[in-house]
């Protein structure tokens, strides 16, 4: 139980273009899912936080116009690159929060998608 | 704010060796602490977590960490490293807010 998918798993475009990544919690409901940035040998980066039905929340530091976010229904959580440059270079993990569970309990989280801006 | 520090970004055992991988938190309030593992390419999974109730906590593939609130530590240690164990560690802190905060990992490296 409790998986998150990620599509697709690796992407290359180019510089200028538009990336959507797509965030599915396959056998949960998941009111809350959260967007991490993580470079080469380095940590996870909490980008924004998706809450179904409302605007997401970005961190300080994330350009909302730049990475947007769409969480349309309690299973599926959109990032979309827009304008994506090479420095937007990165792994991309998605996490979710099951609804109905201890706010700041468990996150699950999916496999990454990386992305290349050439 | 909250915080992790993991000591060591890169821990080398022998297999079948002891693991001890360090993390020590700062935090308002009680917290939730956590630890994931990280196989290269691929995303978090979770070994184990830190909620309430007691202290010493186990997790997934004989994982297993001791919350001390006195020290401000949550280490994760396994008897006997195997092979498989070899992966990046990172360990968070989430308070009320749920929001992760990472540690910046720890490379555990697993030598035959």
């Known amino acids: 139980g409790a998986v998150v998918s990620q599509h697709p798993s690796w992407v290359i475009c180019k510089s200028g273009t538009s990336v959507k990544i797509e965030c599915r919690s396959l056998?949960?409901?998941?009111?809350?899912m959260f967007w991490y940035r993580q470079f080469p040998k380095q940590s996870l980066m909490l980008m924004a936080t998706s809450n179904e039905g409302s605007k997401a929340t970005y961190e300080q530091g994330v350009e909302k116009d730049k990475f947007l976010i769409n969480h349309a229904s309690l299973t599926l959580s959109t990032l979309t690159v827009t304008s994506a440059h090479p420095e937007d270079s990165s792994f991309y993990i998605c996490?979710?929060?099951?609804?109905?569970?201890?706010?700041?309990?468990?996150?699950?989280f999916g496999p990454g998608t990386r992305l290349t801006v050439l | 704010a909250q915080s992790v520090t993991q000591l060591g970004s890169h821990v080398s055992v022998s297999e079948g060796a002891l693991v001890l991988l360090r993390c020590n938190y700062s935090s308002s309030v009680p917290p939730y602490l956590f630890w994931y593992v990280q196989y290269p390419n691929q995303g978090l999974q979770l070994l184990l977590k830190?909620?309430?109730?007691?202290?010493l906590v186990k997790g997934i593939n004989g994982f297993e960490a001791e919350f001390k609130k006195s020290e401000t530590s949550f280490h994760l240690t396994k008897p006997s490293a195997h092979m498989s164990d070899a992966a990046e560690y990172f360990c968070a802190v989430s308070e009320a807010d749920y929001k992760l905060t990472f540690g910046k990992g720890t490379l555990l490296t697993v030598n035959p």
């Open positions: 996490s979710a929060e099951p609804a109905g569970g201890l706010s700041g309990d468990t996150q699950y």
């Open positions: 056998d949960f409901q998941a009111t809350t």
């Open positions: 830190y909620t309430t109730g007691a202290t």
